[in-house]
């Protein structure tokens, strides 16, 4: 199950909407082995793309070292898809090199960058199996 509080679920909905109708993407970074994803970063998508997303190299790199300074690994890896459900396409499995992240999905195929709710959708995806789970939102974690 994915926890996640709900400022971060908001501001991953609402980057997914700004981008709207290209693809947003980043990563909640958490504590090693906590499971617990408490740092938003939002990142390009350097395709600039409706129907794909890819991250920057060189940002992706340097947030990697970030995280590695600070104990950190990526908790949620997240973008969104704006003409489709929000289920894992083969290149976003094919993607997916990270067992431990819980992917997660926004479709804004509905309303795009409009009122309205989205589909929020959250996977463990390992070994090009995928796996859907449930999504928790809480208020804040206890600290």
């Given at each position: 199950?994915?926890?996640?509080?709900?400022?971060?679920?908001?501001?991953?909905?609402?980057?997914?909407?700004?981008?709207?109708?290209?693809?947003?993407?980043?990563?909640?970074?958490?504590?090693?082995?906590?499971?617990?994803?408490?740092?938003?970063?939002?990142m390009v998508n350097a395709a600039g793309?409706?129907?794909?997303?890819?991250?920057?190299?060189?940002?992706?790199?340097?947030?990697?070292?970030?995280?590695?300074?600070?104990?950190?690994?990526?908790?949620?890896?997240?973008?969104?898809?704006?003409?489709?459900?929000?289920?894992?396409?083969?290149?976003?499995?094919?993607?997916?090199?990270?067992?431990?992240?819980?992917?997660?999905?926004?479709?804004?195929?509905?309303?795009?960058?409009?009122?309205?709710?989205?589909?929020?959708?959250?996977?463990?995806?390992?070994?090009?199996?995928?796996?859907?789970?449930?999504?928790?939102?809480?208020?804040?974690?206890?600290?």
């Amino acid at each position: 199950m994915l926890t996640i509080e709900q400022a971060t679920y908001d501001a991953i909905v609402a980057h997914a909407k700004r981008d709207h109708p290209d693809e947003a993407c980043g990563i909640v970074a958490g504590p090693e082995g906590s499971d617990r994803p408490e740092r938003f970063v939002e990142m390009v998508n350097a395709a600039g793309s409706p129907t794909f997303y890819e991250f920057d190299s060189t940002d992706l790199l340097h947030l990697y070292q970030e995280m590695d300074r600070a104990d950190e690994e990526p908790v949620v890896i997240y973008h969104s898809h704006t003409a489709t459900e929000a289920y894992p396409s083969r290149t976003d499995i094919g993607l997916a090199m990270e067992p431990n992240a819980h992917y997660v999905l926004v479709s804004t195929r509905e309303h795009g960058n409009n009122d309205g709710p989205v589909e929020f959708r959250s996977y463990r995806i390992v070994e090009g199996e995928v796996t859907e789970e449930p999504v928790s939102v809480v208020d804040a974690f206890p600290r």
